[in-house]
């Protein structure tokens, strides 16, 4: 039966809720998956990548994350792959900050790698970005191009110092490897919150076959947490970002610290968020291969009908969460797909 216009109307307002009372109302979209990075735990040296013809233009992605908007969502974040490599992914900035003007949207905001920040933190900010995250495991350069295989150090400090010159708030991601940064993570905090950061640490998942195996990077952050203890005196903190971190206050620096544990301790009870892949494929749980196409109805019309109806049925598909191991048993990845397809 074809609805009539009216009651898609009403659909295309009518708020995603998914089977178990959870509001969606975080939408993260990764909006290439290419990268000018090769990160160790995220990728293979030769990766490849998705053909350009796949990819939603960035006119589609901004109708996806419209049609969300008016169905809840309040907060959207942009990511990858590197969002900043995407050709001209400032006009989607751009065309996406009248949701902010209208007060539809709470934030707009991204995760980066850094190493074009100092290029765009400023348009960012024009462009109502208040907050961004930015991943960087360590201080130490060569330490930093081991890890990223083809990063700069000097050039993400670059980009950290614009995007805080243009009044960004920066938030420092590291994911803790195990015989890597564990040294570091200590170094890393309090270089962060000297310069007012706030630092949030990552447990390595699962995601994508990549070269050496997860479980010599694996380092679980109730170790990484025990240590800083020896040291510092940390206050579990109330805040929250919308996103899956929990926040312990560190006495000495006054800074926060975030600990995502996907790992060691399931967060999915209150997950309030879905991704959209750069292709169109909307994935209910990062730690789950069942996933919608929204590409499909997308172009199937130029009016939404279609696309609020792929919504719908993809978030009464949403499941109550993920169950992720790493150990010896396993050869592959709990997910076959990686963090830079899914977009971290
Ligand atoms: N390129 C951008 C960046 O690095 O910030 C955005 C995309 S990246 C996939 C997002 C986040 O995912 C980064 O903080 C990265 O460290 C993290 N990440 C990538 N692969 C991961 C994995 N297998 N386990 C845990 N975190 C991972
Ligand atoms: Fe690129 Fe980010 Fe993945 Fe590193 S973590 S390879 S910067 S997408």
């Known amino acids: ?41 995220c990728m293979s040296e030769d990766m490849t990548f998705l053909p350009k013809r796949d990819l939603l233009t960035l006119e589609e992605i901004d109708r996806v994350a419209t049609a969300f908007i008016a169905r809840g969502t309040r907060k959207l974040r942009l990511t990858g792959g590197e969002p900043l490599v995407r050709r001209d992914v400032m006009s989607l900035f751009r065309s996406l900050s009248r949701h902010l003007t209208t007060g539809a949207l709470e934030e707009l905001t991204l995760t980066t790698n850094g190493s074009l920040l100092d290029r765009y933190a400023q348009e960012l900010a024009d462009y109502g970005v208040r907050r961004i995250n ?52 200590e170094g890393l905090m309090t270089w962060a919150h000297g310069l007012g950061m706030d630092l949030t640490l990552i447990e390595v998942m699962p995601l994508g076959e990549i070269e050496p195996g997860r479980i010599d990077q694996f380092l679980p952050l109730s170790v990484v947490r025990a240590r800083l203890l020896d040291n510092y005196s940390l ?24 600990f995502i544990t996907p790992m060691t301790h399931n967060f999915c009870e209150s997950c309030n968020r879905v ?30 009908a279609g696309l609020h109806r792929a919504m719908e049925e993809a978030i009464s598909r949403k499941p109550k969460g993920h169950d992720f191991i790493i150990d010896r048993r396993r050869a592959k990845p709990a997910v076959g797909r990686h963090m830079s397809v899914t977009g971290g």
């Not at 930093?144 to 010159?165: C, P, S, Y």
Request: hydrophobic share 35%; with cysteine; aromatic share 6%.
């Open 1 to 41: 039966m074809i609805a009539k216009p009216d009651a898609i109307e009403q659909l295309a307002r009518a708020p995603l809720v998914d089977p178990f009372g959870r509001d969606i109302s975080y939408l993260r979209i990764s909006v290439t998956d290419r990268c000018d990075f090769r990160c160790v735990y």
């Open 235 to 258: 206050i579990e903190d109330p805040y929250r970002t919308g996103g899956p971190a929990r926040y312990v206050r560190v006495k000495e620096t006054g800074g926060l610290v975030g």
């Open 275 to 304: 991704r959209l892949t750069c292709t169109g494929t909307l994935y209910m749980c990062l730690g789950q291969e069942d996933a919608a196409d929204l590409r499909a109805p997308l172009r199937a019309s130029p009016d939404d």
């Open 134 to 185: 930015v991943s960087l495991d360590t201080l130490d350069p060569d330490k930093f191009r081991k890890i990223t295989r083809w990063g700069d150090l000097d050039k993400v400090l670059g980009g950290i110092e614009a995007a805080r010159k243009a009044g960004l708030r920066v938030k420092i991601n590291a994911v803790a490897l195990k015989g890597v940064n564990e040294d570091e993570i």
